[in-house]
């Protein structure tokens, strides 16, 4: 008993002392801490004259529009969505326009009504009038023509959706005596049908064609063999499906010669890379990925006939992330960037041709299309991008802010990068909030940015049309934590020292796009020291800067950079036709807007004596001559 209270003292002394060395770990900890979230402030570089390009309207898209409501129709109109993909995707296969028709691959392949006449007329009479729309080229060889030998899915289980629901069973089929007959509900279609639908519309209907410019080559021909085995019994080859689609291009050229061609429309990560779960072996026995194939036999054909035979390379991509936000918020890297490693990579694994490589994960699908397309069509291939369906990276429970911030490193990439469409097929909570912060307030010309932690802040700028402001957009992807953006601004003298913005965080369950003045949207203001700003972006959230300055950045080709030589167009200003100089023979024109848009893709002017200008709207456009040593630009106006 003696020595208990001394040991007491000294079990008490024991804790003190373990107290006291966990004092100094936290407070380690902290300094550390405070310390690090000093250090890692992030810097982002904007230069306003580097890599200026101009930003395709027609990124700010989306699936499956036409038949919304009145309210729908103005949210549309409020976000100022721009591109309507409005083909219904599988169903363009097989559909019969002279008809309204259209064959479900999904529902026992019954045939349904489906007027895209209807659609058209709807985007016509409710859109904003710079609002485009993309339908479809049905390619596959059959369409639907009559809705009499439908299967009876009424009185076999009153309509119920059920796992057979793709069953062959139109045509007489049924649960006891099999596949139907695709003859009886289907018919041929040949090219000059597919593009029939140009002389309706544009001379019979009175259509405007320059609102109808862009076309899907069909839909997804890779898995044609699942959605469309009622005809495709057993796969195409891929040689086979690139004549199909050398005869209907050539047959949409022929009648619409200012067309937008859009294809392969590939379906899935896989798909980019394999036709029929493989890789394609050509005549000469030599392997490709499947989207390597796609690219050298459209070079071939186009060197061979003279006619161009893709204007936009378009594919579609389902992740499958709903559940994988820190994947999601990284995926607009799959596109440019060639050293990020996808973690759901698949596809990928099989670009060595010689087998299956587990470490071949590094996508960059259309930095590595364009390569191809370097290689086989040439530098200057004009050939540009498109994402027509995306999805499968949310759900009814997935943080709109996650949504937002995903969409958004997408919207800014791709104006980054020059991509011509992008139509999200899935949409979710924070998508309109998005759309119509871009669609509305983000610039017409992309600029040079830079993050040094583009895993945790995505930057992106751009200039208004006039060069008069600067937009700059930060993206913190960060899930959990706020972080510090140091700006530095290069070549751009801003004239105000507080300016203001805008910005996206914390939103809630539920949409909260209303309209235009009635959304998320917060107005922020921000303070400039020089041509540098620093500012604290909440976690998963969207900002936009917006600079004045009283030295505006040139935008447009000016005259001082058109041709001094004193080749004739006349008349200018024009109406149908522009007649050119005999000395312009041997030259190749192409038409671009003043956005650096191209409506007409290079021509061989050696057998024509003017340029059909009757399909452009009236405006100023700049005309392009080159040879294999001259390059010379003209300004025109059409009446």
Known sequence: MIYQPKIIIFETEIVINQLYDMIKQLLCIYILAAFTAISQSINITVDATKNLHSISPWIYGRNNNTEGTS????????ANLRMYRENGGNNTTKYNWTNGLCSHPDWYNNVYNDSWDVSANAFLSKSNKNAQILYGIPILGMVASNTKNNFDDWSYNSSQWWSGTSNNWAGGGGPTTGN??????L??????????IFDYWFKKKGFDPNRFMYWNMDNEPEVWKGTHD???????????YMQKYFA??????????NVKLLGPVSTNEWQWYHWNDDIVTDKNNKTYTWLEYFIKRIAEEQ???GIRLLDVLDVHFYPGSANNPEITLQLHKLWFDTQWSYPLANGSKSLDLGGWNEDSTKEFLFERCNRWLNKYVGLNHGVNFSLSEYGAIGNDNTDANVIACWYATHLGEFANHNVELFTPWDWYKGQWEVLSLFSNYYGQYSTATTSSNSDKVAAFSSLSSDGDSLMIVLVNKDQTNTQTANISLNHFTPSATTVGGFQLSDLGSTETYVSKVNNALKTKSFTISGTSISTSLPKLSVTMIRIPTAQPIATEVDDDQLSSKVYELYPNPCRDKIFLDDRFAGYKACIQDIYGRTLQYPIEVGSHKYIDVSMLQRGNYIINFSNDSDFVIHKIAKE
Do not use: C, H, L, Q
Not at 71 to 78: L, S
Not at 180 to 185: A, I, R, S, T
């Open 248 to 257: 209907f291009a050539k047959a949409a050229r022929a009648k619409f010669p």
């Open 303 to 305: 060197k061979a006939s």
């Open 180 to 185: 139907g007959d695709p003859n009886k509900y």
């Open 230 to 240: 009622d005809i495709a019994t057993s796969a195409i080859t891929a040689e086979d």
């Open 187 to 196: 018919k041929n279609w040949p090219a000059d049908s597919a593009v029939g």
């Open 71 to 78: 309210a729908d129709w103005k949210i549309y109109n409020d």
